[in-house]
């Protein structure tokens, strides 16, 4: 009765390929170390010293001249963002990164001058620079609105914005955050990335700023005396700007619409924005006050209610 071998003799198995050339290479030094004369084999070795001291001098040549081109570029850029007035944040940031690419690179081809093969580092770098990168997500996001921020200014340090449903002066743009700080001196800290593809109402973003008010009177007061009275405070105001001071137009004051209990009047005045608060608040009081002095008398809602006796 036969009996059925179900595993191959493990002289049939096949060995990998990297296996067998370690295996021959090693053999192959062996047989020459044993056969080469000691002269010859001499011979052999400082040949071999030599030329590796050869390539270890071209590589610290290399690395010592790449290193000082890495610093004569940093300058260049340097200069070259201090001629331009380009934001200190992202003059920094831009050296950073392009002095890191630099040094890798010059690192790889310091390594492969001494004869060492980069191919496995490259590979090495590439998936540690992907695994940082898929880690970094938010991070880089927010890297990513820091720049267009930074490169197309939207709003600078001291203008009053409104984003995210949050509203201040800017205090600092970075390059990964904007802080806000708010009219009761807290400080709001938005993510460049959110911010950068959100809306930004930027107050003051131009020198001139139209201001609004809605002024209500009541029924049976002269239209002609209140816009009369109304454009006397107005341009007794320095602060409020015609066309002649540069305003795209000047002050207007008209009817605008008639309510169930009032009259109503729209007043538009152009001014700086930084008078654009003051003015209102000063403005709104005076007319409070003069108004009545002149029998213009604000409204109170009205309801008329009629009985029928059946």
């Known amino acids: 009765m036969k009996t059925l071998n179900i595993f191959p003799p493990v002289d049939s198995i096949p060995k990998p390929d990297t296996l067998n050339a370690v295996q021959t290479g090693i053999v192959e030094l062996v047989e020459k170390v044993t056969t080469t004369p000691t002269t010859e084999l001499l011979k052999d070795m400082v040949n071999a010293g030599v030329s590796f001291g050869l390539k ?161 009177v009541e029924y049976g007061c002269s239209s002609s005396e209140t816009k009369e009275l109304l454009m006397k405070l107005i341009m007794d105001d320095s602060r409020s700007l015609t066309i002649e001071h540069g305003a795209p137009a000047d002050p207007f004051v008209a009817l605008s619409s008639l309510n169930d209990s009032a009259v109503e009047f729209t007043v538009r005045i152009w001014v700086k924005s930084d008078n654009y608060w003051p003015l209102k608040f000063d403005l709104t009081e005076q007319i409070y006050n003069e108004l009545p002095k002149n029998g213009i008398m604000f409204p109170f809602p009205q309801l008329d209610v009629n009985i029928k006796n059946k």
């Open 56 to 216: 270890l001098i071209a590589a610290f040549l290399i690395y010592f001249i790449g290193a000082w081109l890495i610093r004569r570029i940093k300058g260049i850029l340097r200069r070259s963002f201090e001629k331009r007035n380009t934001d200190a944040a992202i003059a920094s940031f831009v050296q950073s990164i392009v002095s890191i690419v630099l040094t890798i690179i010059l690192i790889i081809i310091t390594i492969g001058t001494v004869g060492i093969d980069t191919s496995s580092i490259a590979a090495i770098l590439t998936g540690g620079g992907l695994a940082i990168g898929m880690a970094l997500n938010g991070t880089m996001q927010n890297f990513a609105g820091g720049l267009m921020i930074l490169v197309f200014k939207p709003f600078k340090a001291g203008d009053y914005i409104e984003a995210q449903g949050h509203s201040g002066t800017v205090s600092e743009v970075n390059i990964t955050s904007t802080k806000l700080t708010t009219t009761d001196n807290r400080v709001i800290v938005i993510p460049n990335g959110i911010l950068s593809n959100d809306v930004i109402n930027n107050y003051s973003g131009r020198q001139m700023r139209r201001l609004d008010i809605t002024v209500c």
